[in-house]
């Protein structure tokens, strides 16, 4: 009984050692497997027995694909100093999980590293406005450096991308006063434009507006003529001279133009001199002028027609004299 006793703390010793030869793996990682400090096996994921004691697990690689952020500072070609992030995605090859666990100390320094010496590289060679268009030039630039590097060491470079331009603060309060002052431009070059349509729409309106008012005062005037003239056709049918009937129309026209004053009730026109004789001194000064223009016009008329009879005994009497004057060279 006393020697059963003594085996007991063996028995769990024995059991404790076993159980520590148990282990597990998760899902999308593996397990690196060293005994006495020397590589043994790679365990990917499950349930797993090692030797107790002898052999151990000095660490686990994580297979999922992993990004890594780097921020880079740096000067452009026009002397603009700006702040680039990178990110890096990037997974471990497992047909090369041995490399990715021993031959880097820090797979994260070692990327950063790239990262930076790419940048440093490209961006200087850059305008700041050709760092936002060119920003995946510079990504495809990191991804071939990093991939030519990183796969030695066991590790794919899945994407890189340049999530971030920062510049720095002065010089993006200066883009934005550039850009708020183009903007500002274009829309006074669309005001002014909007502002030459509608001086030229008003101008073809009232060119229009003329066109048809000058239109509808020619008809006025027409309508007026014809009506007057069917006035003293009437008249002259019943015995008034034109004379007479012309009068008649100017007195009728001069109380008709009187009533139609006296209906408006706000108007504050003054019809002067507003007697019918006024109207008829009118009308006779009106026929004096057109007798008086028609004998001047006859008077010109005559003249001019003087003028060239004149004009013409002149050129006769100089075509007769140079007639005899050859006569007389042949004479002699």
Known sequence: ??????????????????????????????????????????????????????????????????????????????????????????????????????????????????????????????????????????????????????????????????????????????????????????????????????IVAKARAEAESKRLQGQGIADQRREIARGLEESVDVLNNVGINSQEASALIVVTQHYDTLQSIGEETDTNLILLPNSPQAGSDMLNNMIASFVASNKIGEEMRKKNEANKLGSSSKRSSRRKSSSSEDDTDVTF
Do not use: C, W
């Not at 024995?14 to 690196?32: D, N």
């Not at 603009?80 to 041995?98: A, D, E, H, M, P």
């Open 1 to 198: 009984m006393g020697g059963l006793l003594l085996l007991i703390p063996f028995i769990i010793l024995g059991f404790i050692i076993l159980i520590s030869g148990v282990f597990t793996v998760r899902q999308q990682t593996a397990a690196i497997i060293e005994r006495f400090g020397k590589f043994q096996s790679i365990r990917q994921s499950g349930l797993h027995f090692k030797i107790p004691v002898f052999d151990r697990i000095p660490g686990r690689i994580n297979l999922k694909i992993q990004q890594l952020d780097v921020l880079v500072e740096t000067k452009t070609k026009d002397d603009v100093f700006v702040r680039l992030k990178i990110s890096v995605q990037f997974q471990v090859i497992r047909t090369k999980i041995y490399d990715a666990f021993y031959k880097l100390q820090s797979p994260q320094d070692q990327i950063t590293s790239y990262v930076f010496d790419v940048v440093r590289a490209e961006v200087p060679k850059m305008k700041l406005d050709d760092v936002f268009e060119r920003k995946d030039d510079i990504a495809i630039a990191v991804k071939a450096e990093l991939n030519d590097a990183m796969l030695e060491y066991g590790y794919d470079i899945i994407k890189t991308l340049v999530t971030d331009i920062d510049p720095d603060v002065q010089v993006k309060a200066a883009m934005n006063r550039i850009n708020a002052s183009e903007r500002e431009k274009v829309a006074a070059e669309y005001e002014a434009e909007a502002e030459r349509i509608k």
